[in-house]
């Protein structure tokens, strides 16, 4: 059973436009949600991550929406630029250290 | 620091094989995890350390086996490959006391059983 459910599976755009990526999850015990970023033959990096007591959290051109009752969460990106193509992941964590990652979503930027 | 390094980068093995990716961190995190990489899908948690000298099982743990003897290392054994097991393998730490659960990955070990 899966514990996060992540959408679409890639996701094509212009420069400039506002890619949108979609999470879910069921265990309420999660209390970090963090997206990681990763390149072609690189490891995930961290780009954002919220905790379920704010609604939204911004750095930069990424925003974390996240929806508690709903339990979903989902990552914009304004202004996306091609060097913003690569795969992101989102995930959840609980405190005891297990963190479950989504099945990722790769993202183009066309020029 | 160099963070999170992981040796070898590339492996073949033959079936049947055994072989043990090495892990190591010099952040001092105590958080210590394994997981593997199937082409287009997420990662999947294969052991996972809170500390020196413990260990627990992640969502696909068999054919594989971890130990932690000091906080810095945590080297993964294969036993007996099998194709598969062909995988991207990457290792990641973070601290285990943090309000945040950022985790560390290292580079990844592409890893083919043939």
């Known amino acids: 059973q899966q514990q996060v459910k992540q959408s679409p599976q890639s996701l094509i755009v212009q420069k400039g436009g506002i890619p949108i990526i979609n999470c879910a999850y069921e265990?309420?015990?999660?209390?970090?949600f963090p997206w990681y970023q990763q390149f072609p033959g690189k490891g995930p990096a961290l780009l954002i991550a919220i905790r379920p007591d704010v609604s939204e959290k911004k750095e930069g051109r990424f925003t974390i929406s996240f929806n508690k009752s709903a339990k979903q969460f989902s990552l914009h990106i304004m202004d996306s630029q091609p060097g913003d193509s690569a795969t992101y992941f989102c995930?959840?964590?609980?405190?005891?250290?297990?963190?479950?990652f989504g099945d990722g979503t790769t993202l183009t930027v066309k020029p | 620091n160099a963070g999170v390094t992981q040796t070898p980068k590339f492996r073949i093995l033959k079936i049947g094989q055994s072989m043990t990716l090495q892990c190591a961190q010099d952040?001092?995190?105590?958080?210590m995890y394994w997981y593997r990489q199937d082409p287009g899908m997420g990662l999947k948690l294969i052991y996972y350390s809170v500390g020196a000298g413990i260990t627990d099982k992640g969502e696909v743990p068999n054919g594989y086996n971890v130990s932690r003897s000091t906080t810095e290392d945590f080297p993964l054994r294969l036993e007996l490959a099998a194709p598969s097991q062909t995988s991207v393998y990457f290792c990641?730490?973070?601290?285990?006391?943090?309000?945040?659960?950022?985790?560390?990955f290292g580079p990844g070990t592409r890893l083919t059983v043939t």
């Open positions: 990641a730490s973070r601290f285990g006391t943090s309000r945040d659960y950022e985790q560390y």
């Open positions: 265990n309420t015990a999660f209390d970090y």
């Open positions: 952040m001092n995190h105590n958080y």
């Open positions: 995930a959840a964590s609980m405190k005891g250290g297990k963190s479950t």
